[in-house]
Nanobody, 124 residues
Framework: SGAARGVWGGLVQTGGSLRLSCVAS????????LGWYRQAPGKEREGVAC????????YYPDSVKSRFTVSRDNAKNTMYLQMNSLKPEDTGIYYC?????????????????WGKGATVIVSS
């Protein structure tokens, strides 16, 4: 099916760090644009990062820029989201995804396949 598994969430204090991992199953990540999205209760889904397939260019919205870093490890067929200086407003469910494009902060229509959500809670 190409579903992604192995996404882990976490509970951290404000200012802390957390790394999310997503291990692909049924396909190889090195052939796809990759992205991360998040959704908080009552809010629209927000694309927080993407990394292109060819040159590994990355894009972030202002809400997470300089704090979040997306990366890939093709040998492990795994994608990561490193989150630093976390704030309570970063709380939400995070999803890894393959994308149809990565030419800016990812939008909903850029999504292709996505994995199960990982809950991230940042306490005050």
């Amino acid at each position: 099916s190409g579903a992604a598994r192995g996404v882990w969430g976490g509970l951290v204090q404000t200012g802390g760090s957390l790394r999310l991992s997503c291990v692909a199953s049924g396909f190889t990540l090195d052939r796809y644009h990759l992205g991360w999205y998040r959704q908080a209760p009552g809010k629209e889904r927000e694309g927080v990062a993407c990394i292109s397939v060819s040159d590994n260019k990355t894009y972030y919205p202002d809400s997470v820029k300089s704090r979040f870093t997306v990366s890939r490890d093709n040998a492990k067929n795994t994608m990561y989201l490193q989150m630093n200086s976390l704030k309570p407003e970063d709380t939400g469910i995070y999803y890894c995804a393959t994308l149809r494009r990565c030419a800016g902060p990812p939008a909903d229509y850029d999504m292709d396949h996505w994995g199960k959500g990982a809950t991230v809670i940042v306490s005050s």
